[in-house]
């Protein structure tokens, strides 16, 4: 069974998207951060599960026999990883990703407003760097084509390409019930299953994620009295045990969105939108523009969709729409202070070189660690480990000792 | 639920369903073809103007 959806349909899959993934908290640039700085691994819990589950899913429903628009991104080595280490190092300064910038906006975040220009910048400038020698030596070099974990993805069959799913899935789940979340955590998932106490440690931890998670919030609503979703946002979402009811369901819920996007139309990507509007606004006749535009789908409408959910999400849900107000993250204050200025211009550079590294890459963490992950893409591989080596050592580097407890900054 | 909650669950349902009917139609509900950019920049204004509208809500008590 083959299934084309309409374009308009990217919308509602961008809102599938938006509300779960705003309840996650990675819409606020301290969760990227904090994971940068190897403080809290909940960003690398998302990936694991997220790719664990979608990868079973997808290949589940391909064995029985339903057709998928597989579309994992080319290997090509070189621009691969270079674009990652460029993805990982602005991703560690600014704390945003391409698809974080949505739903940061859609909750009202302000740095956001200096991000975006700063990503569409990035994007503008690898459109003029494809037109070069040197930008088509990036993608061209080394270029395996189109390869998942069994070669390439034209010659998949269903049952074995499904057992390696589940292999895959075993492993990161397993990863995912031995890694404490937070860091100089003790407990092992795997054996405390059981239980869902945390010592004094994770109890401190878990506190001040929800701290920063709702800082600077404001209530639209003003009904003055908790809501269903108080502990579900409060309590669960920060909790230590990345086991935890929510975060699991928000797992299952993103995976199912990144599946259902593969049946329905395409991979779903967050970073193609950005070269799109580029291409038209002012560079309509580039190489990079024209194949943008021959090869988009409907990832703008998705975007717009992923901005709904998050408002969505961050009013009616979690209650973290920030309404514009000047928010700095913690570990940004207790490095470089509160002056928003410095701040802007971190968003800036930092988005500058996570939308160009992404365009260089051929995807971002949607298009590659999520969509790719799914489908066991060798490149989704290659980019995250990039990403992620970048990101860590971008960190260390940048952010060195700098306080980031609310409290003390 | 509040009136204040309920009016604007409402507002925020009535502005998802314009922006796809919006899209809908600018696309003609195809699923192929190229996209344009007023297909997507026009249902945009529509969460534009509630970001607006929530941001001023929130700031003004």
Known sequence: MQVTAPLWVGLLVGVAFGIPASLWGIGN???????????????????????AVGSVLLYGLHALGLAMHFSPRPLYLVGVTVGGVLFGIGAAISGYFPGTEMLALGEGRRDVLF?????????????????TPIGKWLVGAANFGDLVVTGDIDTVRPVPMLMIAVGYAALCLMLLSFLPRYTGGKRSYLRDLATTTQDEHDRAFA??????????????????????????????????????????????????????????????????????????????????????????????????????GAMLSSIFISRRFTA?????????RGRFGSHPGKRAAGCFVGSFLVLFGARMAGGCTSGHTLSGGVQLSLSAWLFTAAMLAALFLTARLVYRDALWRVRDV | MSDRRTLMLIVMIIGLVLTAASAVVLTGGRSDGVLTLSAVAIPATIPAVLLVVFTLMSRHR
């Open chain 1, 207 to 308: 506190r001040d994620t929800a701290a920063y998670l709702s800082e600077g919030s404001v209530d639209p609503l003003r009904t003055g009295r908790e809501s269903r979703f108080d502990r579900l946002t409060d309590v669960e979402v920060s909790s230590a045990n990345l086991h935890s009811r929510t975060i699991r369901l928000v797992g299952v819920l993103v995976a199912a969105v990144v599946v259902a996007s593969l049946f329905l139309r395409q991979a779903f990507g967050q970073s193609t939108t950005y070269s799109w509007v580029v291409g038209h606004l002012f560079a309509p006749n580039f190489d990079y523009s024209r194949e943008v535009f021959a090869a988009i789908g409907w990832e703008p409408l998705t975007d717009l969709g992923v901005i709904f």
């Open chain 1, 29 to 51: 640039p301290e969760t990227v951060i904090r994971t940068a700085r190897r403080i809290d691994r909940l960003l690398l819990g998302c990936f694991l599960l997220v790719t």
């Open chain 1, 324 to 332: 514009f107000r000047p928010v700095i993250p913690p570990s940004w």
């Open chain 1, 115 to 131: 991000a975006i220009p700063g990503g569409l910048l990035g994007a503008a400038a690898w459109t003029l760097l494809y037109q």
